[in-house]
């Protein structure tokens, strides 16, 4: 690595995994050039209607993302380029890039369309999945960051036959460049993250899918686009041939994946399940008639955090068919334009069954083109084609230098895309630390307006959401009707108000019409909210002279079927938001300074990696674990899926940890008691030396899980019954009874996916797969079953399920309202089960008997009290958010990894544990931050001293004073209030207000409510 380290990272790839990786990498210090091959960033989650398990509008928890990273000062995208090759190494790598014309001035383009309007050519969508067609002059999608225009250079009449130049004599900026070149780039980054992407497996070439002789055969990604709000048929559920609304539509699973004759795809692609049983259900809620659907699969894989939730939903709220069955032919009628499927089911019928639509669940793949790129930049992959990492290291390539995330470097879904991206990130930046903030400059707000004195003058942006609440509401009518209120000034609707375009539009016009104070009617505070405030910062505006109105979650979304109604009331709270907005005035906040320490809870895998990650960029950490020796759960586990020594591997990271003049580890220890706040938390400490206080600015929660005790199958009676972790012991320590067994049978499903404990606990198929192999390796010989619900081996690790079974052994699938049955004898159990094949009782004689317990969190009801954080109904630690923040809290400055989380192998767990340190970063480098100012605020005129807002608050933030000539009465620290608005409904003199939420503020709205 070169002394002179570069404090830049290029991040190859601008779809989910890239963005996160660029805004860690610029919100940590490092300038980061996104190379992106298209036009525009996104990649295929803005192409998603929905998101499972919660199915949140894809764009609408997207856009703010897009927006931020198109805002960023140290984020240059570099757009329709593509990488050359790379020369220099970690630290000082020099890489080149062909960028393709764009043939249009992004500093002039304004993005009006006209270009478009007039093209006469008329070319395949690319991002509707061909499903209609786009102009040769386009933008991807509404929300395209950056929304500037393109031409395609291959379909333009003027670029290949010099006819029409309409583009270039509508355009009102003169952006139109016929003559636009290529360039060639050479840029010079310390570290490279590789998020290229996927592409979808395409099914056009299997006859048995028929997809040449019917378009009512269609991929999943075209399905996505029929349900999608901004999609070709703006969400209206119809088949493509001739435009009916089906009655009756079957999902294929495993269309491109686990499937080694028709495409060479052994591996599961992890996502297809879940997106079928999600577009199964929003499909139902987008017909106003009974719709049919069916799910045919081999094994229902809903192995994530609320999937098997989202599943039983599907099956028992929304009557969603699934069966177990792989379609051999798709037979289209010619003349109705209906499929007919012919399958075998379980009971061995054959049947043919008629559907109006069928949508084929395809698989991820690598598309050549990337193969190519990694060849260019020397990282080797699997043979399925991604990126080949290690479980310790889960996105080191064997380039030292280069990182690798989200399906490039496996198939997974998006959270886990997300959690990749920012353990990625942090690795990119660990060498470059000596560099950080070299290269980076700094966002440079406008003086803020001085609204004193000036009465209101109000702005309305109605959002149409596409259709989500233009598809119901009467936007056009809102937006008038907003005009005619008290103090509103302008007025207007938006397609997609959070889209780049529209927010660069509104600064433009707060400023051009003296707007001081703005009112959005949208979709959701949580997700939208900061965007919104940071354009109002932008405009020179104070960011608390704003109020935003949820006309979708709380009005289209609920009164879908009543678009008057719905309509009235997106009046009404538009006219209560402008009330309360007219009193608003400004409000200051406070600044607080980050303790550059930090604190992991749990002293585990994660928690070991999370340490090491946060030592590695520079900042003290303290370890506190509750046992006497580092290593957790994985001092009991043999082999990882990739065959890795884990005690060799835990060893060395352990004495990496203690010859860490960063980390200091306290064992035997537990919290007891935790004060403070983001940037200044105080724990106490107490262990075997007694009590002491930690100073600290973050947190991680790395509080791990434990394996289930079993109840069932004759546990603790037999010691030849044994838990995964006991098996794995044993092979450990080379048991003779493991070694001289000669009949093994393994249980599935102990104490999972069962109404006590609902959820998968994700690894134990793997694990029991994998054990079962090195039973086989030890003994060729040994008869090994392994007893099933539903085999979920996912991903990459399908292989080692089809080299089980390549070896012999012999997996039996049970029903849950079937279980086997188990009895002791002195030479042998008995394992008793009904073959669902042969539908025939088999009893097993076996000397060793495994069972795959749950993984069961620790419940830490104590934990989740001192530091505010939610646990789940399981007792697992509820994250921000599902999708888009996998490894933080709501609680500011705490953040969350490993099996608190949920239950993971060990690759997902170090990742997760390095995404949360890279979250952790992004605070401890900025050194310190602004709190909110919507926070409570005593007037001490008034106080009474009676303490019951002391008594009252979750936070502590009250407290009394104890000295100067408010002595006594009570004040607020602004740090630790959170908004909540507890201590001011319950102070009984009226000395509390809530800032942004006063009593006059509320009781506006309360009359408007009333002024019917």
């Known amino acids: 690595m070169s002394n002179d380290v570069v404090g830049s990272v290029m991040v190859v790839g601008g779809g989910i995994a890239g963005i996160q990786a660029s805004l860690d990498l610029a919100q940590s210090g490092y300038k980061v050039y996104m190379v992106e091959k298209t036009a525009s960033i996104g ?195 119809v088949r493509p041939s001739d435009s009916k609304e089906p009655l009756r539509i079957a999902w294929l699973q495993c269309v491109g994946s686990r499937d080694i004759n028709r495409c060479g795809n052994s591996y599961c692609s992890s996502v297809c399940c879940m997106y079928a049983i999600k577009q199964a259900i929003i499909a139902k809620e987008h017909a106003p008639y009974e719709l049919d659907c069916s799910v045919f699969y081999m094994d229902m894989r809903t192995h994530g955090k609320g999937f098997e939730d989202c599943y039983n939903e599907a099956r028992d709220k929304h009557g969603v068919d699934f069966k177990r069955a792989r379609v051999h032919t798709i037979d289209p009628n010619a003349e109705t334009g209906d499929l007919n499927l012919r399958y075998v089911d379980e009971d061995g019928n054959v049947l043919n069954d008629e559907y109006d639509l069928v949508v084929l669940s395809v698989g991820l793949e690598i598309s050549d083109p990337l193969r190519e790129l990694a060849g260019k930049m020397g990282v080797e992959l699997t043979p399925g084609g991604f990126g080949l990492v290690d479980s310790f290291s889960p996105v080191a390539s064997n380039v030292d230098g280069i990182y690798l995330c989200g399906a490039f470097a496996g198939p997974k879904d998006i959270p886990q895309s997300v959690v990749e991206a920012g353990s990625a990130a942090l690795m990119a930046g660990s060498a470059l630390t000596a560099s950080r903030d070299t290269l980076t400059v700094k966002t440079e707000m406008p003086p803020e307006v001085n609204i004193k004195g000036e009465p209101p003058r109000v702005g309305v942006f109605v959002c149409q959401c596409g259709i989500n609440i233009g598809g119901v509401v009467d936007v056009p009518a809102v937006r008038d009707y907003a005009a005619t209120l008290p103090y509103v000034e302008f007025s207007d609707d938006n397609l997609y108000s959070c889209s780049q375009d529209t927010q660069d539009a509104m600064t433009k016009l707060i400023k051009e019409k003296g707007l001081n104070r703005i009112v959005v009617a949208a979709c959701s505070p949580k997700t939208h909210e ?58 200051e906040e406070s600044q607080l300074l980050i303790n550059q320490h930090a604190m992991v809870i749990g002293g585990g895998i994660s928690g070991i990696a999370a340490a090491q990650a946060l030592s590695a960029q520079g900042y003290e950490t303290s370890i506190v674990e509750r046992d006497s020796s580092l290593g957790g759960q994985a001092r009991s586990l043999f082999k990882t899926a990739k065959h890795e020594d884990i005690q060799e591997k835990l060893g060395r990271m352990i004495q990496e940890v203690e010859d860490d003049p960063n980390i200091t580890v306290h ?67 080379n048991d003779a009874v493991v070694k001289n067994a000669e009949t093994a049978v393994f249980i599935q499903c102990v104490g999972s996916r069962e109404p006590s404990r609902p ?42 399920y089809k080299e089980a079974r390549e070896k012999g052994v012999i997996f039996i699938r049970y029903s849950v309202d079937d279980k086997p049955k188990v009895s002791a004898g002195d030479s042998s159990l008995t394992i008793e089960v009904r073959d669902p094949i042969a539908g025939l009782p088999l009893a097993i004689k076996a000397d060793l008997l495994t069972l795959a317990s749950a993984v069961v969190p620790y419940n830490d009801e104590r934990l989740a009290q001192q530091f505010k954080l939610p646990l789940n109904d399981q007792g697992f630690f509820v994250e921000a958010h599902v999708k888009l923040a996998p490894s933080s809290f709501a609680t500011d400055g705490v953040f969350l990894c490993g099996l608190a989380h949920y239950p993971k192998p060990i690759d997902e767990a170090v990742a997760q544990a390095q995404a949360a340190a890279s979250a952790a970063v992004t605070l401890l480098s900025r050194k310190s931050i602004n709190t909110s100012a919507n926070v409570a605020k005593v007037d001490p005129r008034f106080c009474s001293s009676c303490m019951v807002c002391v008594s009252t608050c979750p936070y502590s933030a009250p407290s009394m004073v104890k000295e100067g000539p408010n002595a006594g009465k009570a004040e607020i620290n602004p740090v630790l209030c959170k908004g909540c608005g507890q201590c001011v409904a319950s102070c009984r003199s009226g000395a509390l207000h809530l800032q942004g939420f006063d009593t006059d503020q509320i009781l506006a709205q309360i009359r408007e409510m009333c002024a019917v």
Request: aromatic share 8%.
């Open 530 to 587: 900061p965007l919104f405030q940071e354009t109002l910062s932008a405009a020179g505006l104070n960011k608390y002279l704003f109020e935003f109105v949820n006309i979708r979650n709380q009005d289209s979304w609920v009164h879908k079927d009543d678009p008057k109604k719905a309509t009235e009331k997106a009046k009404d709270l538009l006219r209560m938001a402008v009330a309360k907005v007219a009193l608003l005035s400004p409000l």
């Open 759 to 800: 959820y998968c606990s994700r690894l134990c198929c793997t694990h029991s797969v994998l054990s079962a192999l090195h039973l086989k390796e030890m003994n060729p010989d040994m008869q090994v079953y392994v007893l099933y619900r539903d085999i979920r081996t996912y991903g990459e690790r399908e292989n080692l």
């Open 667 to 733: 064992l035997n220890a537990e919290l007891a008691d935790v004060t403070g706040f983001v940037g200044a938390f105080q724990s106490t400490v107490k262990n075997d030396q007694g009590e002491y206080v930690l100073d600290h600015g973050v947190t991680i929660v790395a509080t791990g899980a434990y394996e289930l005790e079993p109840t069932e199958y004759l546990y603790g009676q037999d010691p030849r019954i044994l838990t995964g972790q006991e098996m794995d012991r044993k092979m450990i320590e």
């Open 43 to 237: 990649g295929v989650m803005a192409m998603l209607d929905k998101t499972f398990p919660t199915n949140d509008c894809s764009m609408c928890i997207m856009s703010p993302k897009l927006v931020e990273v198109g805002r960023h000062p140290n984020i240059e995208l570099i757009t329709l380029a593509e990488i050359q090759g790379i020369e220099g190494a970690k630290g000082d790598f020099t890489v080149n890039i062909r960028q393709a014309p764009r043939y249009v001035d992004t500093e002039k383009c304004i993005a009006c369309g006209q270009c478009a309007a007039k093209c006469p050519k008329k070319v395949t969508d690319e991002y509707n999945q061909g499903l209609i067609k786009r102009k040769a002059i386009y933008v991807p999608y509404p929300q395209a960051v950056p929304l500037k225009f393109a031409i395609d250079p291959e379909q333009c009449l003027k670029l290949t036959k010099d006819k029409c130049g309409n583009c270039e004599r509508v355009c009102p900026a003169g952006a139109i460049l016929y003559d636009d070149k290529e360039k060639i780039l050479d840029i010079h980054v310390g570290s490279v993250i590789l998020a290229p992407g996927f592409s979808a497996f395409d099914p056009k070439g299997i006859d048995a899918y028929a997809m040449h002789q019917s378009r009512n055969v269609m991929t999943s990604l075209e399905f996505e686009r029929i349900l999608s709000a901004s999609g070709p048929t703006g969400g209206h559920l």
